[in-house]
């Protein structure tokens, strides 16, 4: 019988091999995990010892660093009231109050929120809305999608099928997924206006399909996943144009992006307009809990109210969760009170600074920053396991995948902190040429 409560490293380290499955991993050829024990601030302590600064925020989320007090707080006065009740026919303030924030802070036409756990449900949640308004409004025919290729939005059925079928990373599904319609996605840079190739693609799918079609779904500004791509404001903008003339819904998918990631609250800022859904999540509690959010406008709310169901049909056990919820509120008052506009562009310009001493190097293709997001794209693909040992000598933790060496640091890291973490990454880089 094994000592569960008094395992050593070594012991618990083994267990995990033997029977855990991580993010996109092998049982039969583990690679060897970094034990990770406690974190604060932008620092994560190791099983021995070691701190590491942290350059990826637990995958966008960890804005405010970890082991927060203000966020600590707030964990703790909500489990001494309930951490969690069922959201069917009861409500409490912790929702309710989410609700009401993310209702201010988005765009105007965005007025009803539903609450979820994660974000590949937030994207189902928002197809599932895309499809129910158009089915009760006697538009049964309208159920497919658009998507952008190299658009990534969550593992889950709906959310597979509207991540690139070629090059993603679910195509040994596509026999079982839904069969929806691809563009390419937009080659015109962040800051530029839009190419007439890549209008000309966007329209001329808009215009083939628009019968057919409930929404079009994109990651506004940034596409993650599928290539760390930062691309045009304008066409975004166009592209809410395009989906009015055609009535075609909007979904942005904001999992990645909101909460400041790209020096605007929410990307679609920078194009200056409002989608139909939106998906939050991530960033949402700060990276404390899982929790993510779909809103939507009146008219969608309307259209399926006034439907054959009346009701939206879609409610897992643990929505509306009073605990993240209230880490959400406590994550966004701390966002807000800081001076974020002018902390995001501080860390875009010492990464944009730092990073930019790896552009000469001969197996570096592009260095690109935005916001919050500083990537190295090379030339090849990375040895994972040779460049991540380099990232961790230096007292930095990374996680590039392909060509990608990124880095979405927590907003409260100092300067120093992430001169550090960039001249590591510069060097890890050009040690492995
Ligand atoms: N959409 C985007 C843009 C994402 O980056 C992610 C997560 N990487 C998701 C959806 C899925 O979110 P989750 O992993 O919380 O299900």
Known sequence: MSDYHNATTEQWLQWDKDHIWHPYSSMLNPVEMIPVVSAKGVRLTLADGTELIDGM???WSAIHGYNHPALNAAATAQL??????MFGGITHPAAATLGKRLVDLTPAALTKVFISDSGSVAVEVAIKMALQYWYSIGKQHKTRLLALRNGYHGDTFGAMATCDPVTGMHHLFNKVLPSHIFVESPRTAFGDTASDADMAAITTALKEHHQELAAVIVEPIVQGAGGMKFYSGDYLRRLRALCDEYDVLLIHDEI???FGRTGKLFACEHAEISPDIMCLGKALTGGYLSLAA?????RIAEGICNGEAGVFMH??????????????NASIDLLLASDWQANIQRIESILREELSHAAPLSSVANVRCLGAIGVIELKDNVDMTSIQ???IDKGIWMRPFGKLVYTMPPYIIGDQDLTQLCRSIVAAVAEEE
């Open 315 to 328: 409610g897992p056990t643990f929505m509306g969760n009073p605990l993240a919820c209230s880490i959400a």
């Open 389 to 391: 040992a380099r990232f």
């Open 256 to 258: 990645a992006t909101g």
């Open 80 to 85: 001494s009231d309930m951490s969690h009740v």
């Open 57 to 59: 925020s637990s995958w």
């Open 294 to 298: 779909t809103l939507c406008s009146d």
